[in-house]
């Protein structure tokens, strides 16, 4: 059975740092993006952050633009686990975190295999 476990959210005052991490297991995750997802109550769930599989044993981070610069990407490839490094974080941040896979370059919200959310809240 494929899994994806999320851990590391919480509260954090504005201008603070969280790190989550995504582990994997079930499965190998070569030649699959994995990344994150987002949603506040009320909005639609939105990409955060991803490595992308390029090709080959090629993989690149990509970013949305309302974290591109605060948020860094990587990937224990060995581990099957990705993490996400969030700092300067702003009270918009706050929201339930969501770690995705999905084999090939792309990461839509139609992704097969999802975490179950960790909760990140950033006081003002």
């Known amino acids: 059975q494929v899994q994806l476990v999320e851990s590391g959210g919480g509260l954090v005052q504005a201008g603070g740092s969280l790190r989550l991490s995504c582990a994997g297991s079930g499965r190998t995750f070569s030649g699959y993006t994995m990344g994150w997802f987002r949603q506040a109550p009320g909005k639609e769930r939105q990409f955060v952050a991803a490595i992308r599989w390029r090709g080959g044993d090629t993989y690149y981070a990509d970013y949305a633009d309302s974290v591109r610069g605060r948020f860094t990407m990587s990937r224990d490839y060995s581990k099957n686990t990705v993490n996400l490094q969030m700092n300067s974080l702003k009270p918009e941040d706050t929201a339930m975190y969501y770690c995705?896979?999905?084999?090939?370059?792309?990461?839509?919200?139609?992704?097969?295999?999802w975490g179950q959310g960790t909760q990140v809240t950033v006081s003002s």
């Open positions: 995705a896979a999905e084999r090939g370059t792309v990461l839509t919200t139609s992704a097969p295999y």
